[in-house]
T-cell receptor, first 110, second 112 residues
Framework: SQQGEEDPQALSIQEGENATMNCSYK?????LQWYRQNSGRGLVHLIL?????REKHSGRLRVTLDTSKKSSSLLITASRAADTASYFC??????????FGAGTILRVKS | DVKVTQSSRYLVKRTGEKVFLECVQD?????MFWYRQDPGLGLRLIYF???????EKGDIPEGYSVSREKKERFSLILESASTNQTSMYLC???????????FGPGTRLLVL
């Protein structure tokens, strides 16, 4: 079964607004990562947060991790049309194997 | 810059054909992975390899095999393609010391 599950499945916002995506997982983890996938392309790593971290920033991205609730959120501030993509969380518990969720499809309208 | 390439972006094959998907990385990474991606199911791990000539089954290895004869190259083989193997196939590589994976552009396979 999938370790990570994203919510919502799809999100549509206007350019300039903030986008928040959530990820829940089932078992303890070492790290949680977020990846982006533009339509029909491979995934690109965005940010990694370790299990002993609660928040991390990278440019317009902010990730939080709540291990007690087994959940994470990805916030994209001041969204742009170029942020339109699918976003996946991935957890690693079993050594090098990542377990991906089904993804959130983000559409940013200009 | 990190680079992972896959041999084809699009591929159309007939049921029963043997299919080879190749992946090459130029980062000297130890670990390489093959995933398939289907709508609503996310990425599912087929096989991975942590060294030359080494392979481990992922979550859905049935109907697939792999080969890693050189460190930079990891091949996925569909011995006898079936229509339920129509999917997007993604290759990734990873340094043994860090969990971040680098993905190729994907191969969209259609089995008729």
């Amino acid at each position: 079964s999938q370790q990570g599950e994203e919510d919502p499945q799809a999100l549509s916002i206007q350019e300039g607004e903030n986008a928040t995506m959530n990820c829940s997982y089932k078992t303890s983890i070492n790290n949680l990562q977020w990846y982006r996938q533009n339509s029909g392309r491979g995934l690109v790593h965005l940010i990694l947060i370790r299990s002993n971290e609660r928040e991390k920033h990278s440019g317009r991205l902010r990730v939080t991790l709540d291990t007690s609730k087994k959940s994470s959120s990805l916030l994209i501030t001041a969204s742009r049309a170029a942020d339109t993509a699918s976003y996946f969380c991935a957890t690693d518990k079993y050594g090098n194997k990542l377990v991906f969720g089904a993804g959130t499809i983000l559409r940013v309208k200009s | 810059d990190v680079k992972v390439t896959q041999s084809s972006r699009y591929l159309v094959k007939r049921t029963g054909e043997k299919v080879f998907l190749e992946c090459v990385q130029d980062m000297d990474h130890e670990n390489m992975f093959w995933y398939r991606q289907d709508p609503g199911l996310g990425l599912r791990l087929i096989y991975f390899s942590y060294d030359v000539k080494m392979k481990e089954k992922g979550d859905i290895p049935e109907g697939y095999s792999v080969s890693r004869e050189k460190k930079e190259r990891f091949s996925l083989i569909l011995e006898s393609a079936s229509t339920n193997q129509t999917s997007m196939y993604l290759c990734a590589s990873e340094s043994g010391g860090a969990p971040t994976q680098y993905f190729g552009p994907g191969t969209r396979l259609l089995v008729l």
